[in-house]
């Protein structure tokens, strides 16, 4: 099948713009290819900080509603800072834009499965067919005790409304939207093909994904309401602080649990706990969804949250697996001079720097 995600067929341009719309900051990697890597030319980061002060405050949430003139202001202001000649763009949607579902399939060539998937669509998508986007990802097969064979197949489906959104946003802002994709695809590309079974857990400021990946490939990926933000507002109610000031806090404390920074710690751990306890109940679905799949070896840890101090060690004590954070930079060349912020973008800039990939 067609992706019908991709607008324009792929030209020799220079660069293509990865451009990360989160739910309270937008992320832009320019990315072309240098040899036999990618090369990260430039990057922009802007983030809204209104969120913290008011909760309800989003630049897009999982109803479906985008601030349009928002998003088109932050995204000309951060193009503009960054100097950028590319305009062509590849922007990603969060899961809570697209209906995602697991199909299972006996043995079929492409064309079958592409009729049946049309079929089968209007069981799980809650809109006519004529008004979204479809594409299918096999993400798994295996033969069943019985020894009938099976495949499992992600369904994508995209209002077409919400990509129409999308194009006039980037239009409006001056770029050109080549092809949009949903995160954990981006995530899974940016980890490459390491066969490890991994979770990657991507902690955002208002939502966290569970993205469960096998042989280099997506297999699932789910999300929730609860990311780094309600760490914030807890340390902002308890201490009795400017969120402005709390979110200084948190990045100065993390979670480390000894000296200066328990009481802090006290505070925001059971908040990260509900996070954690998400994950884990994303792991069982997956289990009940893929019974044949193998469990996860790793955690992988992304996301603004995966920054937190301490996290690795409490994330890996309370899901029991090891953990560590995200490493995105390790396939790409970039400036000597980004060198010390490394540490940092690692867990920030995934998203960004998989869509600029996939441009080139």
Same mark, same amino acid.
């Given at each position: 099948?067609?992706?019908?995600?991709?607008?324009?067929?792929?030209?020799?341009?220079?660069?293509?713009?990865?451009?990360?719309?989160?739910?309270?900051?937008?992320?832009?990697?320019?990315?072309?290819?240098?040899?036999?890597?990618?090369?990260?030319?430039?990057?922009?980061?802007?983030?809204?900080?209104?969120?913290?002060?008011?909760?309800?405050? +989003? &630049?897009?949430?999982? #109803? =479906?509603?985008?601030?349009?003139?928002?998003?088109? $202001?932050?995204?000309? *202001?951060? /193009?503009?800072?960054?100097?950028?000649?590319?305009?062509?763009?590849?922007?990603?949607?969060?899961?809570?834009?697209?209906?995602?579902?697991?199909?299972?399939?006996?043995?079929?060539?492409?064309?079958?499965?592409?009729?049946?998937?049309?079929?089968?669509?209007?069981?799980?998508?809650?809109?006519?067919?004529?008004?979204?986007?479809?594409?299918?990802?096999?993400?798994?097969?295996?033969?069943?005790?019985?020894?009938?064979?099976?495949?499992?197949?992600?369904?994508?489906?995209?209002?077409?409304?919400?990509?129409?959104?999308?194009?006039?946003?980037?239009?409006?802002?001056?770029?050109?939207?080549? +092809? &949009?994709?949903?995160? #954990? =695809?981006?995530?899974?590309?940016?980890?490459?093909? $390491?066969?490890?079974? *991994?979770? /990657?857990?991507?902690?955002?400021?208002?939502?966290?994904?569970?993205?469960?990946?096998?042989?280099?490939?997506?297999?699932?990926?789910?999300?929730?309401?609860?990311?780094?933000?309600?760490?914030?507002?807890?340390?902002?109610?308890?201490?009795?602080?400017?969120?402005?000031?709390?979110?200084?806090?948190?990045?100065?404390?993390?979670?480390?649990?000894?000296?200066?920074?328990?009481?802090?710690?006290?505070?925001?751990?059971?908040?990260?706990?509900?996070?954690?306890?998400?994950?884990?109940?994303?792991?069982?679905?997956?289990?009940?969804?893929?019974?044949?799949?193998?469990?996860?070896?790793?955690?992988? &840890?992304?996301?603004?949250?995966?920054?937190?101090?301490?996290?690795?060690?409490?994330?890996?004590?309370?899901?029991?697996?090891?953990?560590?954070?995200?490493?995105?930079?390790?396939?790409?060349?970039?400036?000597?001079?980004?060198?010390?912020?490394?540490?940092?973008?690692?867990?920030?800039?995934?998203?960004?720097?998989?869509?600029?990939?996939?441009?080139?």
């Amino acid at each position: 099948m067609e992706n019908p995600l991709n607008f324009l067929k792929r030209k020799a341009f220079p660069s293509y713009l990865g451009v990360d719309i989160g739910t309270t900051s937008i992320k832009v990697a320019e990315v072309k290819t240098t040899g036999d890597r990618p090369e990260l030319l430039n990057y922009g980061i802007l983030e809204s900080s209104g969120y913290l002060a008011r909760e309800n405050q +989003a &630049l897009q949430t999982s #109803s =479906l509603k985008i601030f349009e003139s928002e998003i088109v $202001d932050l995204l000309k *202001t951060v /193009v503009r800072e960054m100097g950028t000649q590319a305009k062509d763009a590849v922007a990603s949607l969060p899961l809570f834009s697209a209906f995602v579902s697991v199909l299972d399939f006996p043995r079929m060539d492409p064309k079958e499965i592409q009729q049946a998937i049309v079929y089968q669509a209007k069981q799980y998508v809650p809109l006519p067919l004529a008004e979204v986007a479809l594409d299918w990802l096999k993400v798994a097969e295996y033969t069943d005790e019985k020894g009938f064979f099976h495949q499992k197949i992600l369904l994508i489906s995209v209002p077409q409304e919400q990509i129409k959104k999308y194009q006039s946003m980037f239009a409006s802002a001056g770029l050109t939207l080549r +092809a &949009l994709e949903i995160e #954990s =695809l981006s995530m899974t590309r940016i980890l490459g093909s $390491d066969p490890t079974p *991994t979770l /990657v857990v991507d902690i955002g400021s208002r939502s966290t994904s569970s993205i469960f990946l096998e042989n280099g490939g997506l297999m699932w990926a789910t999300q929730s309401d609860y990311g780094g933000a309600s760490l914030t507002q807890a340390l902002a109610s308890s201490l009795s602080i400017n969120p402005l000031r709390a979110e200084e806090l948190k990045k100065e404390r993390g979670v480390l649990g000894t000296g200066p920074s328990y009481e802090l710690s006290t505070i925001m751990l059971p908040f990260l706990d509900v996070i954690l306890n998400e994950v884990k109940k994303a792991q069982f679905l997956y289990g009940q969804q893929f019974p044949s799949a193998r469990k996860s070896e790793r955690v992988v &840890l992304a996301g603004g949250g995966a920054n937190l101090l301490g996290i690795e060690n409490y994330v890996e004590r309370s899901i029991g697996l090891p953990t560590v954070k995200i490493a995105p930079f390790t396939r790409f060349a970039y400036p000597p001079e980004m060198e010390p912020l490394i540490p940092e973008l690692n867990a920030v800039l995934p998203l960004a720097l998989g869509l600029g990939m996939k441009g080139v």
